[in-house]
């Protein structure tokens, strides 16, 4: 199995809304894009954020940074403004190229997402316009050319 569909099948295991964001949200809505790790958000929930750290740990995933999923949630705000930390990442010690970044600036209750097949299962992944916007607010240079290519094939939004 993929380590996308790993990921996908230990959120929902562990119920956690999630949606992809990153560079795989973009290939699944059409767009030629490589990438290495996968991005997410989730619902921010205390539970949530502690059934996250539950879900990636169960495939062999640990955080990079020494905070547990109750920390992440308790002290977000002040990870976000104090330390520029914008996403809770996570990596796989037996296999490190294995990295998930749960984006943790943005709550996927204020989003939209939808089911796209990857193979023959399906995968929640944020919507064209609501990813769009978070990559113009990004505004990396990455993120830009993805919006070229999203609204390319999707319309401007």
């Not at 955080?63 to 992440?72: F, I, K, T, W, Y």
């Not at 996403?87 to 209750?109: G, H, K, M, Q």
Request: hydrophobic fraction near 45%; charged fraction near 25%; include cysteine.
């Amino acid at each position: 199995m993929s380590f996308l569909l790993r990921i996908s099948k230990a959120f929902e295991t562990y119920k956690v809304p999630y949606a992809l964001v990153g560079g795989y949200a973009v290939a699944l809505h059409g767009a030629v894009r490589g990438t290495v790790d996968i991005d997410c958000i989730i619902e921010h929930s205390e539970v949530h954020f502690v059934a996250c750290e539950k879900a990636l740990r169960s495939i062999g995933l640990t955080p990079r940074l020494p905070v547990s999923g109750h920390e992440v949630f308790q002290f977000r705000e002040e990870y976000i403004a104090r330390r520029n930390l914008i996403a809770w990442s996570f990596y796989n010690p037996a296999n490190p190229v294995e990295v998930v970044n749960v984006i943790i600036t943005r709550d996927l209750a204020e989003l939209k997402a939808v089911h796209l097949r990857y193979g023959i299962e399906k995968v929640r992944v944020l919507t064209v316009p609501d990813l769009i916007e978070m990559k113009r607010a990004s505004g990396r240079p990455q993120d830009l050319e993805d919006i070229k290519m999203l609204e390319g094939l999707h319309g401007k939004k």
